[in-house]
Nanobody, 124 residues
Framework: QVQLVESGGGLVQAGGSLRLSCAAS????????MGWFRQAPGKEREFVAG????????DYADSVKGRFTISRDNAKKTVYLQMNSLKPEDTAVYYC?????????????????WGQGTQVTVSS
């Protein structure tokens, strides 16, 4: 059984930073890609960032490129999302997910385990 628990969300002013963490339980964390998604009120859930099993390959949504950084610590079974230069449009519930493969791909169907989410609110 795999459990994912996100933390680090909160309220921040525009231009500020937050660091989200996602702690995983279960076996074989280091052999799977991981991803971060978000869902704003009234909108569909969307891909934010993905990272490969080793951390050597990352991918980002165009809307966050240059501002967000995904990373992972396999020894700690944790994946991170560093968010800088936050904008009000980044307000959403952020979810981490474990990939079905070694890669952190864009499609939701590429992931089989999901966390409960953490709220990020960016005020203007």
């Amino acid at each position: 059984q795999v459990q994912l628990v996100e933390s680090g969300g909160g309220l921040v002013q525009a231009g500020g930073s937050l660091r989200l963490s996602c702690a995983a339980s279960g076996r074989s964390f280091s052999t799977y890609g991981m991803g971060w998604f978000r869902q704003a009120p009234g909108k569909e859930r969307e891909f934010v960032a993905g990272i490969s099993w080793s951390g050597g390959t990352t991918d980002y949504a165009d809307s966050v490129k240059g501002r967000f950084t995904i990373s992972r610590d396999n020894a700690k079974k944790t994946v991170y999302l560093q968010m800088n230069s936050l904008k009000p449009e980044d307000t959403a519930v952020y979810y981490c997910a474990r990939g079905r493969s070694r890669w952190g791909r864009k499609g939701e169907y590429e992931y089989d385990y999901w966390g409960q989410g953490t709220q990020v609110t960016v005020s203007s």
